[in-house]
């Protein structure tokens, strides 16, 4: 910590004299000439432009970058990365600005660069079900651009983020527990290392194991050792079938339950989501559904005609045995798209519900033997806080995001949920489980990671990071602390 | 490969002096010493164990450590690296000796650690499909030892391997298809580092975003970056209906395009594997089976009853219209287990063929629409250069092994051998695919790793090489150039 102080302090005179008229803002303003030289009105300064790319979708302040770049391709990525590492100037990829913990903030200034305009789907391998993507193209665009191919991509968190961001966070969403996160569904990456080279990791072999995995380091490390400009996708093949169905339960514990042991009996569900009752209110509002204000499952099965009606099967007595009532089942594609569609429109249906509020995202993930227990916690804990903090959760995967809408000019709300935070993080830890399964660590979740991985392997994230980006110019401040 | 001449020599002077009556011989005595100090009659500097320790399965020529030592703890394993590391020696991490590329050869001698006695499963959570056990555990103990509860670990390559060793090939096997590698299987890793510390990767729960994914790091690693001493894992529920089945082809061409279609509708095939008929020959001699003497599918399909009827009709259709023919299904437990063991033999029945023969096992993987082009291919320069090489294959990933069996004392052989594997090599990397599927890189496929990954990518495996392991101590010489 001591030496992430001084690091804090040197990096902050930096940035004082970077708008000061000295050697440095000199070497500022070249770089941003250079910049221009390259990619002529594709670098903007504008404050608006700035503004858009200093946040993302929760609670963190908005933190600006110096200048914004458009990026079209690898070699202007390349071009732009090692021009900062010249001036010793931070670089922060960004693709749609949809993340939660403080990703694209600029802490320390610097070149945003975004990924948006580099949104090619540049092959579809049918026959191999994968296909390869520049980092800007978005889940939803994808899928479109898949349509008419039998094919699709599964990983689906609720925003319509790029490709790019996605696998930069580990992200996952509703279809994890049958298909996987983007950790299962990355097999490549075109990176922009800290040094400016362009290296490509892994093959379009489904396996190998030819040295470090740099794919999966690359996955999940949130811009830190390195921009990610092209991603190689596991595709799958659209089911014969598909049934969608919403199940209310007395509570959320029931609900968990039934979850953790339709998962324990090896029935392949797709989807399996709890919404409690305040979010179920909410979304109704928000999207003009009218589904039963109860706590409820959402779930999906996939397979063959006879599979699914044998996994449907399957659940409803399981289901059955934990209270559950009001089966509604949903086969056609507007229908289920349409229950989907609420179920991710969750954080922005809680948003609604109190204008003007941020919502501080909590995202545990445990064991699912344990997933029961931690929920039932949690909103005892709530409820002595009287804090409005709905719960949804993908709970075949035993994780679960509570989130807390607040008034981002009242300070000691804001004080009472770090506390909450902190007691919610405490409890999955000592389950054997994460501080976060989906959303990355960002600046947020910082505090919590010698907590999680403990001191040692901390200290091996590290001297990767100082490995890699002996400068610390790739989103400093954000996953480990140098 | 210039600074990795002059470490060449540096490492081999060093060793040549570790001998003489010299400071470092002192040292050597010294490290010995204290070795016995904390394990006593567990570190042996007995040649019989030394030459038992200094080499695998495959034609890579003996390369003895200068002590053996059979740790019990992680504690012990710390020390000992605590203590090797103090004295710049190599460290070898060893578990059953049954790898294929030269990865517990003491290429520059030191300090082998046998994992073997760590043999105690330490925890099966039923509830939550996972397990964790020490390094030296093997597959096969694993399996017996979950044999009543319902579960099992489905990854298996030939050898009855250590859990430790598979973990840090990132080795597969039959069941990849269906149930993953050992990279999706390995959920967390207790490691010890090039400084001694122990740290944990990885949590119980199945999905996190916290920081850098360790875990993955690791395994492939084959203990180039730390010692594997435990391992978390995957655990599956045993199917309520397994059928295996054998169905011949008029070639392994066929074979392959009927595993391709199989794949690409989705079938949800668990085993898939060609052995062509030399292969078949060797394995009813070794296994004493009758099985027709043609190029074969080995096969298996898991699931519920209706599931499995239903693949299997599936897969009966696809693969009459590729000219198969006697197809024999297995259901009992007994008749498919014969059939497994005899496929899993199907090396050592090779190795049978010549006797005092020694096996030159390549590895390609290629995408899978391109596997039956690449296999043809192949069986074309085998016939051609007029080696005995049958060919076997976890074709549902697109991975095949062809064996070339020869006398270790023909130089001649071993020549066109080499040669034989480069354009083998050459032809998967062209089309898109990997040098090793599972063998992983030892020293046998470093010559591969510039070809299949490009200078800059090797460049960042080998500054985190540098970085983890600044004294190149740990399993010096493989997978990448210090």
Chains 1, 2 share one sequence.
Request: proline fraction near 3%; charged fraction near 20%.
């Amino acid at each position: 910590m001591h030496t992430n102080c001084i690091e804090e302090v040197q990096l902050a005179l930096h940035r004082v004299f970077m708008t000061q008229d000295s050697h440095e803002a000199t070497l500022h303003r070249e770089l941003i000439g250079r910049l221009q030289d390259l990619l002529g009105d594709r670098v903007s300064t504008a404050l608006s432009i700035r503004e858009q790319h200093g946040r993302g979708e929760s609670w963190h302040p908005l933190q600006m970058p110096d200048a914004v770049c458009f990026a079209n391709t690898n070699e202007e990525v390349s071009q732009i990365v090692k021009m900062c590492a010249e001036t010793r100037t931070p670089v922060i990829a960004f693709g749609t600005g949809t993340s939660l913990e403080g990703q694209v903030q600029a802490k320390y200034g610097g070149i945003c660069i975004d990924l948006s305009q580099m949104d090619a789907v540049l092959e579809v391998n049918s026959d191999d079900l994968d296909c390869r993507v520049q980092a800007g193209v978005t889940r939803r665009q994808l899928n479109q651009y898949l349509r008419d191919t039998g094919l699709f991509f599964p990983v689906d968190p609720g925003a319509n983020t790029s490709i790019g961001g996605m696998a930069a966070t580990r992200a996952s969403g509703t279809n994890a527990v049958k298909y996987g996160t983007m950790r299962e569904n990355v097999i490549g990456l075109t990176v922009v290392t800290a040094s400016g080279e362009i290296i490509k990791t892994g093959t379009r072999a489904r396996k190998s194991s030819a040295g470090y995995d740099l794919t999966k380091l690359f996955v999940g490390s949130e811009g830190t050792l390195g921009v990610i400009t092209e991603i190689q996708l596991r595709l799958f093949g659209l089911c014969e079938a598909i049934s969608a169905a919403i199940v209310n339960f007395p509570d959320v514990r029931s609900a968990a339950e039934a979850t953790m042991l339709t998962i324990q009996m090896g029935i392949p569900v797709a989807r399996i989501e709890v919404i409690d009752t305040a979010y179920v209110r909410a979304v109704n509002q928000y999207s003009k559904t009218d589904y039963p204000e109860l706590d409820t499952l959402f779930l999906e099965f996939h397979g063959t005609h006879a599979g699914v009606a044998e996994q449907v099967k399957l659940f409803h007595e399981i289901s059955s045995e934990f209270g559950a009532s009001g089966f509604q089942w949903a086969e056609k594609e507007e229908d289920r798209s349409r229950l989907w569609r609420a179920r991710h429109d969750a954080y922005y249906a809680g948003l609604a519900v109190m204008p003007g509020s941020r919502g501080y995202v909590t995202d545990v993930c445990v064991p699912i033997s344990r997933l029961a227990e931690c929920i039932t916690e949690t909103q005892a804990d709530i409820a002595e806080q009287g804090l409005f903090a709905p719960i949804v959760g993908h709970v075949g995967d035993g994780n679960f995001h509570s989130t807390v809408f607040f008034d981002p000019a009242d300070k000691s709300a804001f004080a009472k949920i770090l506390e909450f935070d902190k007691r919610l993080v405490k409890r999955a830890l000592a389950m054997g489980g994460t501080c976060t399964g989906e959303h990355g660590i960002g600046m947020g979740k910082l505090k919590h990671m010698r907590d999680e991985h403990g001191d040692a392997a901390v200290e091996v994230m590290r001297t990767i990071k100082k490995a890699l980006d002996p400068h610390n110019i790739m989103n400093p401040g954000k996953v480990v602390e140098c």
